[in-house]
Nanobody, 125 residues
Framework: QLQLVESGGVLVQPGGSLRLSCAAS????????IGWFRQAPGKEREAISC????????AYADSVKGRFATSRDNAKNTVWLEMNSLKPEDTGVYYC??????????????????WGQGTQVTVSS
């Protein structure tokens, strides 16, 4: 069973920045494409980004494009989500997830089969 652990979620003011981490435990992350998702209270889970195994291909939801960036260091077995110009509507529980695919592709938001527990991000003044 793959174990993913997210960290870095905190309370931040609007306009601020935050970096979330997704660390793998017990397996090598370099065989997996990683997605970031979020779920706000009372809303459905939203796919926000994808990064492929090498880190050379990424994809983003329109709601975060230009503000968020995902990256990875396979030697450190970690994927990050850099979030800038944060808005109150970015509030939610953020999850990372893994799938056995080399690329993000046109359906980058689907078919993830291993999930972390999530980390809470709150954007508020």
């Amino acid at each position: 069973q793959l174990q993913l652990v997210e960290s870095g979620g905190v309370l931040v003011q609007p306009g601020g920045s935050l970096r979330l981490s997704c660390a793998a435990s017990g397996f090598s992350l370099d065989q997996y494409t990683i997605g970031w998702f979020r779920q706000a209270p009372g809303k459905e889970r939203e796919a926000i980004s994808c990064i492929n195994t090498s880190g050379g291909s990424t994809a983003y939801a329109d709601s975060v494009k230009g503000r968020f960036a995902t990256s990875r260091d396979n030697a450190k077995n970690t994927v990050w989500l850099e979030m800038n110009s944060l808005k109150p509507e970015d509030t939610g529980v953020y999850y990372c997830a893994a799938k056995t695919s080399l690329l993000c592709g046109s359906r980058w938001f689907t078919s993830y089969n291993s999930w972390g527990q999530g980390t809470q991000v709150t954007v508020s003044s």
